[in-house]
């Protein structure tokens, strides 16, 4: 064998694969410490921040979500507004059977979930960019077809029942409570699936779909089981959103704008990271916030920058922060250390994903 | 005979829709792209074509002699820019970089123009008079030019892509990119060109859009993006003809559906576009079932 | 005829050869280990000085993997240069990296003298250096005539007409109108070197003729090549077959994972030899460091 380098066989206790550069023990404890602080907040913060944080709440699950099958599975949905409607309708129908709202948000989100199977049927044949579209036209028929229906609205929408006996400010404050679950299990969630046997696959797929399947990797139910999840994350914010506007309108649930937030946030903030979409996120916010009175215009430089990210920073903000720090707060790839390089691992995976171009990731 | 009317205006709506397809297709198959900007190109055209009106007082019916080739300028110039800079990093990159493109013109639209539809100004006797045949069938004069129009520029096309160099080189870059520069076939002039012709039918399909019917800034996506990717999916995926038959199917599902329930009309002709997916995905057309 | 090879070139892709550049001085080249068993000059016909095609230590990448490593070549005019070697060598990715498909980590391309090393690969196709790619690679939903109305789209001036391609390969104008998917591959092959004639190139690169094909029509196929090289062609060949790249080679060159094994003719070289460096059967010539075979080598053939 020509061999590139001139170093001598080494042996092979001299190698070691680990999940992460350091040690993540502190940032297990670290995220259990923000997440305590955050469950503190509705004490410390008056209503109207807990409200916003409820906003982020939504857009980062949101965002997890989106970036769960576009940034993993390749998967690109312009349609997920179709389970943010779903989850938030669900909840309505639930409380109009005196099922109280939050209660009624986990069996949105499950039913959500259910709905998605027969969805996948119709549209997984499809390739990448027929299939965006497709969720596209699948959302826009949902809504008109829940907007035959004047027991929940119609058109024109109709309020949340259920909550009226609540005083306001324990309201915000429950509602927060729940959306940080939420957010915390959507997380969790994704970390823990990216983690196992099904980041593998979906890794594999993503650098090469024909040996993954030969390699005998379930790629179909991989891809399924991605947009199942990503359905029940999206109704679960669905019916925060519900929740937390106090009303359900069609054309406020089911627009595509959904879809351009959680795009754009993923984007920028880094698609195929998990941290990425909590930064993407937190830069929406603030541009929403800034932006507010000028209309539409938060949207168009929220374009306008999710272009440029997508073309000329492709690993968003937090492939920045990454490259200059040497962080992952989310470890799921897999770091060879070699005898030489105790302080800086070999290139592994990651460095080879950065040096190509044209690939999706 | 409101039914026979239905059904022939759902025919001839199909040629509109079938102008709203072409680019669509005509990108897909050539570059491999997915325009999620294509339905809010067909709104800038109108919305152009009504500046060009407002400005030189030209008949609505000839803005098209200004706007398209306008539009199909536009058109080769982001197609080399942005959207080969898209091409380059990946199918991934390029369907985010179209939604952006939409989003922000739908979003700038919104924005710089107000919410409020618009409509093209055709002569009154253009829009609402007909042929009668006997007593009871009625084909809408407007309709019927648009429909005319669709099945020549199809036909223009057609004869575009087998007979002239450029539509050979076309078509050789669609098969095999990289044997094509081996020809000397520079694959991203002719991308610009493909470019060039999608955004020019497709400022076409918006002014005929406009003098049909209203638009405003989201008309691109609630509408004709929608539309044409429905045409394209029932009449099946790489067929010029094949859209217009599925454009053809659409407008019928949704006349059919107005007729059952005046609200329902575009979930019927979306619920056919489902149906198609779940039975013969590959289209009405496709000869072989997609893998 | 024709003209010999160095007739001026003309016509849309010329632009970069037109230009009378100051001629590179053939340098010679650090001896690496490789004896020269002094400077043999050509039998036969007398070539001239300057190399068409000059190869000079490229180094070409796969990602991490490295290629070639540091291949020269120079290829004179109306030579066939034949580029041996087993799957995974490398043949393909050189000829690849010449025709402008990929870019080289490391070294230069000359053509006529001008380093093109950086050009696009369409100017290098209208500039003479056409390629006939690796699997034919026709368009499929296009018929015969078109695919060679394609290659002829940007055409320089010669002999090479579609009318003449019909000439060459006697079944072909019965068949124009159908499409290239439903030939056999010989006959996709044969249409595939006609698409590159007609651009009327003056180097043609011909990648894994034989692949897929069985001997009598690769034979077949061979057999055309003197008529090709009758108009003045000079032909850079990749080829898995090696006796018959010996066959119809004036030079070869050998390639062992990146490495060049063995480089010179036909006639100055033995069975043995050829395959020792096919196999890579010394481990030091596998590695470069010692050469197989001790011949003359593009540095001597310079002078």
Known sequence: MSVVTDTPARSEENFRVTRSRRNVAWTGAGALIVVVVLALFPYIVYSGTTSLMVQAFIVVILASMWNLMAGYAGLVSVGQQAF?????????????????????????????????????????????????????????????????????????????????????????????????????LSLVTVYVMLRGRIGLVLTAVRDDEVAARSSGARVGLARMLVYVVAAVGCGAAGALLAISQLIVQPGAVFTVQWTAIMAFAVIIGGLGTIEGPIIGAIVYIILQRTLESYDAWYLIVLGLVAIGVALFARRGLWGLIDDRLNIRLFPVGYWLWTPESSSRPGPGRRGLRARRRGRHS | MAWVNAIIQGILTGGLYALFACGLSLM????????????????????????VITVTHIPALWSFVIVVPLMAVLGYALQRTLIQAALDRGVLITLLVTFGISVVIESGLLQFLSADSHSLGVGESIVTGSFSIGSQIQLPYLL????????????????????????????????????????GVDYRHVFGIAAAIAFGTVALAGIAYGMYSQFSPTTGTDTILLFAFA???????????????????????????????????VLAGYLVFLLVLALRPQGLTARRAQS | MSTPAASEPKGRGGDWTDERAPRVAARPRPERGRVARGASRASGASRASEPLLDVRDLIVHHGQLRALDRVSLRVF???????????????????????????????????????????????RATGGIVMVPEGRRLFGSLTVEENLKVGATYARKGPWTIERVYELFAWMKDRRTQRTAQLSGGEQQS?????????????????????????????????MLPQILSTGLTVLLVEQDVSQALRVASHIQCLLEGHTTLEGRPSEVTAEQVEAAYFGLSRAAAEGSEPLWHGSTPSSRAS
């Not at chain 2, 096309?157 to 080189?169: A, E, K, T, V």
């Not at chain 2, 999916?233 to 107005?258: H, R």
Request: charged share 10%.
């Open chain 1, 84 to 184: 943010v409607g779903l989850g938030a309708y669900f909840v309505l129908i639930l409380a109009q059977h005196s099922l109280s709202p939050f209660g009624g948000l986990p069996v949105a989100a499950i039913g959500c979930g259910v709905a998605a199977v027969p969805l996948w049927w119709l549209i997984s044949r499809l390739r990448s960019g027929y299939f965006a579209i497709a969720t596209w036209v699948m959302a826009t028929a949902i809504m008109l077809f829940i907007e035959r229906f004047p027991s929940i609205g119609g058109g024109t929408g109709m309020s949340l029942p259920g909550l009226s006996g609540y005083d306001p400010t324990l309201l915000v404050a429950y509602t927060y409570w729940i959306g940080l679950a939420v957010t915390v």
């Open chain 2, 28 to 51: 897909f198959g050539v570059m491999k792209v997915v325009n999620l900007a294509h339905g809010d190109l067909a709104v800038i055209g109108a919305y152009v074509a009504l500046g």
């Open chain 2, 144 to 183: 019927l030019l648009i429909f005319v129009v669709a099945v020549v520029v199809l036909l223009g096309l057609q004869y575009f892509l087998s007979l002239s160099r450029y539509g050979r080189m076309i078509r050789a870059v669609a098969d095999d990119q990289e044997a094509a520069q081996l020809c």
């Open chain 2, 231 to 265: 045409a394209v999916v029932i009449g099946g995926l790489g067929s010029l003809w094949g859209t217009l038959l599925g454009g053809i199917v659409l407008g019928v599902a949704q006349q059919i559906g107005a007729q059952i329930n005046q609200a329902d009309q």
């Open chain 3, 77 to 123: 005019p109306g030579e066939v240069y034949a580029i041996i070697g087993a799957n995974g060598a490398g043949k393909s990715t050189l000829l690849r990296t010449i025709a402008g498909l990929h870019q080289p980590t490391d070294g230069t391309i000359l053509y006529d003298g001008k380093d093109m090393t950086k050009v696009r690969p369409e100017r």
């Open chain 3, 191 to 223: 249409v595939a070197i006609g698409r590159a004639l007609v651009a009327n190139p003056r180097v043609l690169l011909l990648d894994e003729l034989s692949l897929g094909l069985a001997p009598v029509i690769v034979q077949r196929i061979y057999a």
